[in-house]
Nanobody, 124 residues
């Protein structure tokens, strides 16, 4: 059974940094892609960043490029999202997701496995 468990979301002020973590278990393939997505109230779920677990290639949405960094730690089965220079538009529920394969697709529909989400709220 595949499980993704996120942690790290909380209330922060604009300009602060925050690190989200996702612990992965139950994936039997060596080739999969991990992603961080977010969803604000009344908006569609959007891709934030994606990483190829084996090769380390990454994709970032334009809205976070240069501020967020996705990384993985194979030994800890963890994918991390380091978020810097947070602003009000970053407020959302953040979800960790996984799919079998190697393409760094940002489409949420391509991901088979999802965590329960962790809330990030940025205040002014």
């Amino acid at each position: 059974q595949v499980q993704l468990v996120e942690s790290g979301g909380r209330l922060v002020q604009a300009g602060d940094s925050l690190r989200l973590s996702c612990v992965v278990s139950g994936l039997i393939s060596n080739y999969y892609v991990m992603g961080w997505f977010r969803q604000a109230p009344g908006k569609e779920r959007e891709c934030v960043a994606v990483i190829n677990w084996s090769g380390g290639g990454t994709y970032y949405s334009d809205s976070v490029k240069g501020r967020f960094t996705i990384s993985r730690d194979a030994a800890k089965s963890t994918v991390t999202l380091q978020m810097n220079s947070l602003n009000l538009k970053d407020t959302a529920a953040y979800y960790c997701a996984a799919r079998i394969g190697t393409n760094l697709t940002p489409g949420a529909g391509a991901y088979n496995y999802w965590g329960q989400g962790t809330q990030v709220t940025v205040s002014s």
